[in-house]
């Protein structure tokens, strides 16, 4: 039982159905939740009132997602192309995502459902957010400079994890740090030339006092160009 009569949404959102049942017990809303999530919702109900089957491109246990489904039952969330046989067969398909999946994942995946459902009706309606598609592609440019990056972010923000894996997949190192002080636990032993990115959610002062910590300890090292940064 909470004490306090009024709930904050955080900008991950919530669904409609969680808000009526907190009016109808009598609490005071506050809404935090971020414009781009809550376009995500609308172009969700647009499908489904256009009688396409709801399919969300994102994390089934993230915040966001289970608000974005939480109005439709039938809903079927994936994220990995195994996924995609347990579709339900459908005749139109309305697809959206997660706002922090990298793009060319979600086309990816949009392009092997077109291909398993050759016969279908497939349309999609891109809502990952700009700043997500922004971090991304910066970080390609810079991935192309250096052998390892620095990724400035919460342990638990999707956008900042979905950073890391693209250094990983591109065959570079990757330390996910939340604050300066995580520097110093770092061995950059054979970094020659190191980058840092920031999730979309994090404060620039962080930021800035990472990339301060981290040309100290360049300096110090000797060993280690002077950080390449894209934030």
């Known amino acids: 039982t909470a004490d306090s009569q009024r709930v904050m949404i955080t900008a991950h959102g919530t669904s409609d159905r969680q ?8 609490f005071d809303i506050a809404d935090g939740t971020c414009p781009l999530v809550r376009h995500a919702h ?3 109900r647009r499908l489904v009132v256009a009688g396409y089957f709801p399919v969300v491109i994102g994390q089934a246990c993230h915040v966001e997602v ?9 809903a079927f969330v994936l994220n990995a192309i195994e996924q995609i046989p347990s579709l339900p067969a459908r005749n139109r398909y309305g697809i959206i ?16 459902i077109r291909s398993f459902h050759p016969a279908a009706d497939v349309l999609f309606v ?17 991935l192309a400079q250096v ?16 950073l890391v ?29 190191l980058g840092l990115t920031a999730g979309t ?10 990339l301060e910590r981290l040309q100290k300890v360049s300096s110090a090292a000797g060993d280690c160009s002077q950080p390449q940064a894209a934030v």
Do not use: Y
């Open 19 to 26: 808000r009526r049942k907190w009016r109808e017990a009598g």
């Open 42 to 44: 609308e172009q969700l």
């Open 66 to 74: 289970r608000g974005l489904v939480e109005d439709f039952a039938d």
């Open 97 to 112: 995502s997660q706002t922090t999946q990298p793009i060319e994942h979600v086309r990816q995946l949009v392009e092997a």
């Open 126 to 142: 891109d809502t990952v957010c700009k700043p997500t598609k922004d971090r991304q592609s910066a970080l390609q440019r810079l």
């Open 147 to 162: 052998d390892a990056v620095v990724v400035v972010g919460g342990h638990e923000s999707n956008n900042t994890r979905q």
């Open 165 to 193: 894996e693209t250094c990983r997949a591109a065959g570079r190192r990757a330390f996910h740090v939340e604050r300066p002080a995580d520097i110093d636990a770092i061995d950059f032993t054979g970094v020659a030339a």
């Open 201 to 210: 959610s994090t404060l620039p002062q962080t930021v800035d006092a990472v």
